[in-house]
């Protein structure tokens, strides 16, 4: 059976370096079209370009991530209550490692380094890959176009992964319908995830703010100490004149006296 060529694009278009993705997508529209594929070219044309997030998370999920997939199986085992308390503490701190290795070998589009919000959000994205199992199937895909909004929203690429796509190679199956008890559990952590998240750019921020006002102190005092020392200087140059004038007469009338 010949291969789908939409899923052949997506598949190759997802994977490219980040600046490359839209004009690599319109070269193959075109070739389609003048081969008369017109739906197909129409298809490919609508591949959305990944937000950088997304692309980072795509180059990961075509990478090594067995250490952040098996490390959510525990987990989500482990919440299940496999083990109780040490088990489930042992696998998050498992699953957190996982991802921030992740984060530090994160790919930098079009050659610039991830921000720090966009390294937040894909920290994110990775804690949730590993603790929901829906989402860790379209991260192994590869085709993501952006990463989850706040209200839980994943979008993924326009073309749906068949059966050759990395996804079911890697042996990825999408679950099915989970107990009411694991989704919530999945929601808290992801919720908790987040307000953490939330906290440290807050505190990184307040930081940075009282730094800021530290320099602002203490440019402040060095300006106030040179003014300082500026009348100390020219104080003590009007001081020496002063004495030189007076020993010079001090000179002269001892000379008259002698």
């Not at 994160?106 to 949730?128: C, E, F, T």
């Not at 993501?144 to 929203?153: I, K, M, N, R, Y």
């Not at 006002?213 to 001081?239: P, Y």
Request: aromatic fraction near 2%; charged fraction near 35%; glycine fraction near 8%.
């Amino acid at each position: 059976m010949a291969a789908d060529p939409v899923d052949e694009a997506g598949d190759r278009l997802y994977g490219l370096p980040f600046e490359a993705f839209v004009a690599e997508r319109d070269a193959r529209a075109r070739e389609l079209r003048k081969a008369g594929e017109k739906d197909a070219a129409a298809q490919v044309a609508k591949l959305a370009k990944p937000s950088q997030v997304a692309w980072a998370a795509n180059q990961l999920a075509r990478g090594g991530v067995d250490d952040l997939l098996s490390a959510g199986e525990a987990l989500r085992d482990a919440q299940l209550g496999g083990g109780g308390r040490e088990a489930l503490r042992a696998a998050t701190g498992a699953e957190r490692a996982a991802v921030d290795a992740l984060v530090r070998s994160a790919p930098k589009p079009g050659g610039r380094a991830l921000s720090r919000d966009a390294l937040d959000r894909l920290r994110a994205l990775l804690h949730a890959v590993a603790r929901d199992e829906d989402v860790r199937s379209a991260f192994v895909g590869g085709r993501l176009v952006e990463e989850p909004s706040g209200g839980g929203a994943w979008p993924t690429g326009v073309v749906a992964a068949p059966a050759s796509t990395p996804a079911s190679k890697r042996g990825t199956k999408r679950a099915g319908a989970r107990s009411k008890a694991r989704g919530e559990e999945r929601d808290s952590e992801a919720r908790r995830e987040r307000e953490r998240a939330a906290a440290e750019r807050q505190e990184r921020e307040a930081a940075r703010k009282r730094e800021e006002a530290e320099r602002r102190k203490l440019e402040r005092r060095l300006k106030a100490a040179r003014s300082a020392a500026e009348d100390a200087r020219n104080r003590l140059e009007s001081a020496r004149e002063a004495y030189e004038s007076a020993t010079h007469e001090v000179a002269r009338i001892e000379e008259q006296l002698s």
